[in-house]
């Protein structure tokens, strides 16, 4: 893992974070991480749904934040459970899609919501929360 990666040292605690720069490139590092955590969790299923709900989540923050962020991934009984932390507390907008389909981006939280299980964000000291849970089993 990186720099700035947090492993915990209680092997059942199963949690890994990492704070992340705002810009378009930290999508590639919230990948990198979430696969890094799933094939050592043994969870080689979740990886590619995980990296993509982490990549929207990340690049929503870096574009529409402009603050560090730090990603957190976490096994929690039956659920992947994956989060971005920003600086900021305006709420999350789920757009719809333009009609033609054509115009680019506004699709992030619609391939959010389809890809995990549950989602959602809450309010936090100095930010907000955006998370998604996928389940375990497939």
């Known amino acids: 893992m990186g720099e700035g990666a947090v492993v915990p040292s209680d092997p059942e605690e199963h949690v890994v974070s ?3 720069p705002p810009i378009m490139g930290a999508q590639r590092r919230a990948r990198d991480v979430v696969a890094d955590a799933c094939l050592r969790w043994n969870l080689a299923h979740l990886v590619a749904p995980a990296a ?6 990340v690049a929503n923050a870096a574009e529409h934040a402009h603050t560090f962020m730090t990603l957190e991934v976490a096994h929690r009984g039956s659920h992947l459970y994956l989060a971005v932390r920003d600086g900021t507390s ?20 619609l391939l959010v919501e389809t890809t995990a299980t549950t ?5 936090q000291s100095g930010g907000k929360i955006v998370w998604a849970t996928l389940v375990l089993d497939s």
């Open 52 to 57: 993509l709900i982490v990549s929207e989540l």
């Open 119 to 123: 989602w959602g964000w809450d309010l």
């Open 18 to 20: 990492e704070r992340l």
């Open 90 to 109: 305006t709420p999350p907008v789920q757009r719809e899609p333009p009609p033609d389909m054509v115009v680019p981006g506004g699709r992030g939280l």
